[in-house]
């Protein structure tokens, strides 16, 4: 990448920022900072499953209102654990706390 190119990639990108902060109340610059979604959304809270970004908010909702019992169950309604597993010891254990 050429140092023109890089410099107006630059320039394109505060300007970009300018126009974000300008759109957005001091409220809710907090809430995109501090990574909470917009009032009336569901927050998926931290993320359990990296592959598929699914949360544990998510996860212990599904377990606990349709009675997800097994990781597999969990996977077929949600994807996670279906990919590269990491996150299935956490999933055993959400289960096995009733995802209260």
Not at 16 to 26: F, G, N, R, S, T
């Amino acid at each position: 990448m050429g140092r023109q190119h890089q410099e107006a990639l630059a320039e394109h990108n505060r300007a970009e920022a300018k126009i974000i902060k300008a759109q957005l109340d001091q409220a809710e610059r907090r809430r995109v900072l501090r990574g909470t979604p917009p009032t009336g959304q569901f927050d998926a809270g931290r993320t359990v499953c990296s592959c598929f970004s699914v949360g544990i908010n998510t996860l212990t909702r599904a377990i606990r209102e349709q009675g997800l019992k097994t990781p597999e169950a969990i996977g077929e309604r949600l994807r996670a654990g279906t990919n590269c597993g990491s996150c299935i010891p956490e999933l055993r254990r959400l289960i096995v706390d009733g995802a209260t």
